[in-house]
């Protein structure tokens, strides 16, 4: 099946810069959608942005100008650059990726980030 793993939280001030990475193995060229969540504590899960397989985007409203989501099909990779960070912004970051034939969405197991001084 398909495994997700992230990468690239950490600490960072507000307005500072991260890139999270999402690495999918065992695809087999049949993951269409993919995109991010986040929740933070004491909040619903939140979508941040999603991307298909042709490069379409929709972003939170909450994100827009300051996010930008992308993939690499070449190597499976998703990716979030997040610039202009904001304390709100706190929160862990789950990626996903839509199988189809049979239809499943997988899940990767998360990635913190924080944005404090």
């Known amino acids: 099946q398909v495994r997700l793993v992230e990468s690239g939280g950490g600490l960072v001030q507000p307005g500072g810069s991260l890139r999270l990475s999402c690495a999918a193995s065992?695809?087999?060229?049949?993951?269409?959608?993919m995109g991010w969540y986040r929740q933070a504590p004491g909040k619903q899960r939140e979508l941040v942005a999603t991307?298909?397989?042709?490069?379409?985007?929709v972003y939170a409203d909450s994100v827009k100008g300051r996010f930008t989501i992308s993939r690499d099909n070449a190597v499976n990779t998703l990716y979030l650059q997040m610039n202009s960070l904001k304390p709100e912004d706190t929160a862990v970051y789950f990626c996903?990726?839509?199988?189809?034939?049979?239809?499943?969405?997988?899940w990767g197991q998360g990635t913190q980030v924080t944005v404090s001084s």
């Open positions: 065992g695809s087999d060229g049949s993951i269409n959608l």
């Open positions: 996903h990726a839509d199988r189809i034939a049979p239809s499943r969405r997988y």
């Open positions: 991307i298909t397989r042709g490069g379409s985007t």
